[in-house]
């Protein structure tokens, strides 16, 4: 019996290793992308245990599920270890500066939740810049409120479908688009925002659909939202950040696409996780609540912070604008943008 299981679980864990390459938008397929850490402790477990079954027979069998197994780790291990202080970095560490910099906090608060004051405590103490903040109903809305005197540029638009944003910031918003990209219950936030030396920022502020039964049984519309702002923030000559709840990690395909489409920087790369999702489920904890950077800015700290009672832990960063570009950035080439149209006409026609 624990052979026929042994066999079982690593036929599935090396199904499951590859399984996200299948350019799929179903849940059950994307699923798969999330993981990938805990597939990687899985396969190395399931490996050490057919080393041990090992023994003076001349059966081949061991001998396979080892080698596949093997292989299954360098693969896991080549796509996680960009996300770990080994990888490279895609942006420099810069020191803070007030006048050229943005300190900013996003967090998924969860709808249900009604903890308002971790989160009102969050922002005193922590004291950012720019605060945006999703699944915002009116009853967080007026939980926040506390923090309004401080923040007299406000975009609130509070809805109980798990979409409303609510965005606090100190500094200048200078023009304000709202928009509803791919769906029209689904708003996303489109900002040029003045720093304090007077040079001006665009932040896109966003919280796609994600792909579960239930809601959204494709990833099609996620996609396609991600990738519309990706192709904003190529053609705006302005810095720019991408902010919110992407609803989708840092390593998989379609994050990788929108970071050639938009040319931006994921401060991650060669940091760590900054795992903010599941808050209350340690084992199953994934990077889904991003700031994208374009190539104008430096990273002066970036940090996971304490839970405020939701199911996303809320994120952090300080940057700043700096006058050497020496970010790393990936570039599309023709086939990566002709598959970046494909999934946002894709989306586009899910709606119509």
Known sequence: MGEILLRIFSTFFIFATFFP????????????????????AIILALAVLWIWKLDNSLEIEPYLWIGSLSFCTIYLTSKVLPFTPLGKKMIDTVSFEEARGVHILVGNVYQYNKNYQLAVNLVERSKPDIIFLVET????????SKIENDYPFCIKIPLDNTYGLLFYSKLEIIKQEIHYLIDDEIPSLEL???LRNGEKITVYAIHPTPPVPGENTESTERDAEILIVGKKSKENKNPSL?????NDVAWSYTTELFLKISEMADPRRGRGLFNTFHAKVPLFRWPLDHIFLSKHFGLASMKVEKGIGSDHFPISMKAVLTIQENTETMKANGEDKKEAEEKIQNGKDENQ
């Open 242 to 246: 991408v902010i919110g709840d992407l």
């Open 21 to 40: 390459l299948v350019k799929l938008d179903y849940w059950w397929v994307r699923i798969f992308d999330y993981p990938r850490l805990q597939k990687l």
């Open 137 to 144: 109903d009116e009853a967080w809305e007026k939980g926040m």
């Open 192 to 194: 040029d925002i003045k």
